[in-house]
């Protein structure tokens, strides 16, 4: 069955850098549009990243962008988001998730990693 | 780019019928059929409950339904129960900037 589940998540400094990965199973990452997600503590989901299932198209949020960078290896079945010139405001929950629809973008995440919690602090 | 706008709360008792809006604007909800709608219980990952406006994902009950008019989406859960009780977020397609935005979420409370 279909199974993702984060790592590397962890406390670092502001100004620091940070790499979470997503390792995969029940699918190839070259069939799906994969995305990175969070949750700021109080407050509402925030949509971050995206990679496309060629793997030749990312977007990410103005918030991020700049900073954040969206990647994967289909061999190993690892998606990952390094996280650069991190913030207070970057503290929150980070999940991956699959796109719904095989191939294209739904924009429907239908399965989604447990979270990986990133707190930034001095 | 600017959230979609979610009531913060909505309420119903077990049996009713609660629907909750998405408010956007003519470059997402408006112009492109990419809403989508998740269910988020505290300390759980989101579930996704509809996609594409109306698609309902395979195992979703089908008292979840989906629509759309204009720039405002709608999420009807009809027949709640106690278990619906959760936190309830739309997503939209931007197309001005081919990004995705969210509501900032409607805490659904079955009385």
């Known amino acids: 069955q279909v199974q993702l589940v984060e790592s590397g998540g962890g406390l670092v400094k502001p100004g620091g850098s940070l790499r979470l990965s997503c390792a995969v199973s029940?699918?190839?990452?070259?069939?799906?549009?994969m995305n990175w997600m969070r949750q700021a503590p109080g407050k509402g989901l925030e949509w971050v990243a995206k990679i496309g299932s060629s793997g030749t198209f990312t977007k990410h949020a103005e918030s991020v962008r700049g900073r954040f960078t969206v990647s994967r290896d289909v061999a190993k079945n690892l998606l990952y988001l390094q996280m650069d010139s991190l913030r207070a405001e970057d503290t929150a929950v980070y999940y991956c998730?699959?796109?719904?629809?095989?191939?294209?973008?739904?924009?429907?995440?239908?399965?989604w990693g447990q979270g990986a919690l990133v707190a930034v602090s001095s | 780019q600017s959230a979609l706008a979610q009531p913060p709360a909505a309420s119903g008792s077990p049996g009713q019928s609660v629907t909750i809006s998405c408010t956007g604007t003519?470059?997402?909800?408006?112009?492109?059929?990419?809403v989508s709608w998740y269910q988020h219980h505290p300390g759980k990952a989101p579930k996704l409950l509809i996609y594409?406006?109306?698609k309902r994902p395979s195992g979703v009950p089908t008292r979840f339904s989906g629509s759309k008019s204009g720039t405002t989406a709608s999420l009807t859960v009809s027949g709640l129960q106690a278990e619906d009780e959760a936190d309830y977020y739309c997503?939209?397609?931007?197309?001005?900037?081919?990004?995705?935005?969210f509501g900032g979420g409607t805490k659904l409370t079955v009385l």
């Open positions: 997503s939209s397609f931007v197309g001005r900037n081919n990004l995705v935005v």
């Open positions: 003519r470059n997402d909800v408006g112009d492109y059929n990419y």
């Open positions: 029940g699918f190839t990452l070259s069939d799906f549009y």
């Open positions: 998730a699959r796109d719904a629809d095989y191939y294209y973008d739904s924009f429907g995440l239908l399965y």
């Open positions: 594409e406006v109306k």
